[in-house]
């Protein structure tokens, strides 16, 4: 009796078990987050308000407007999720990496849980604009 207790308490194994355990509240208090409706509802065969779509701008506007290291958030067109982003690079497009683990696991969700080169639509926020983004 006093071996099995001494097994099943193990300092290593209590904490690996503590941090899957808080991986998979992470996991599932972002999917609940984005699954709640927002504030938008479209009826069947409506077309979305006209600020929920992004100016179409040239590279060299938004080159201007969104500098490398400045903030912004990403809204994917196809579920309305949204995560945020920084600037680190690119000429003639922009190379953007997560700000967060939960804007990298937005991120993981709306391409299906794979890495992806895969393009979307999506509408990029940079201060009060909103730019329409392949």
């Not at 984005?34 to 479209?42: A, I």
């Not at 958030?73 to 949204?82: A, C, I, K, P």
Request: charged share 25%.
């Amino acid at each position: 009796m006093k071996k099995s207790l001494v097994f099943i308490f193990r300092p290593k194994r209590v904490f690996k078990l503590l941090i899957v355990i808080a991986c998979i509240v992470t996991i599932l208090n972002v999917i609940w987050d984005n699954l709640r409706p927002g504030e938008f509802q479209p009826m069947p065969h409506s077309e979305p308000p006209e600020i929920a779509r992004g100016e179409y701008l040239g590279w060299e506007e938004v080159d201007q407007m969104f500098r490398r290291y400045t903030n912004a958030r990403v809204v994917d067109v196809d579920t309305g999720l949204s995560f945020a982003v920084q600037r680190r690079g690119g000429t003639y497009h922009a190379d953007v990496q997560p700000l967060t683990s939960k804007d990298t696991a937005i991120m993981k969700i709306i391409y299906d849980g794979e890495w992806t080169w895969r393009r979307k639509a999506v509408v990029v926020e940079v201060g009060d604009r909103r730019i329409a983004a392949p």
